[in-house]
């Protein structure tokens, strides 16, 4: 059984970096035709997703959110992250990390989500 946690600060001041990780168990990240991506759901709004990255460690990013994000991994923890930068209050959200099958597609695990407010 493949789990997800996302942790995180829960408060992040306009303008400063927001860093999440995903620890991820019951399987790695470097397995073959799995990603992993990052999604998030504003308050009231729809899942806007934001980034991922592949088994291989390639990433591909939303456009929309390219130039303040990235994504990286740590194998020996099997954990991956998400930098998003210059945060305003629209970055308030929910945020996920998920596991995407790339062969039979779709995500089919997902974390718990971790509530993150920007706020001064």
């Known amino acids: 059984q493949v789990q997800l946690q996302e942790s995180g600060p829960g408060l992040v001041k306009p303008s400063q970096t927001l860093s999440l990780t995903c620890t991820v168990s019951?399987?790695?990240?470097?397995?073959?035709?799995?990603?992993w991506s990052w999604i998030r759901q504003p308050p009231g709004k729809g899942l806007e997703w934001m980034g991922v990255?592949?088994?291989?460690?390639?990433?591909y990013y939303s456009p929309s959110l390219k130039s303040r994000t990235s994504i990286s991994r740590d194998t020996s923890k099997n954990q991956f992250s998400l930098q998003l930068s210059s945060v305003t209050p629209e970055d308030t959200a929910v945020y996920y990390c998920?596991?995407?099958?790339?062969?039979?597609?779709?995500?089919?695990?997902w974390g718990q989500g971790t509530q993150i407010t920007v706020s001064s």
């Open positions: 019951g399987g790695s990240i470097t397995t073959s035709y799995y990603t």
């Open positions: 990255i592949a088994y291989d460690g390639s990433t």
């Open positions: 998920a596991r995407e099958s790339t062969i039979e597609g779709g995500y089919d695990y």
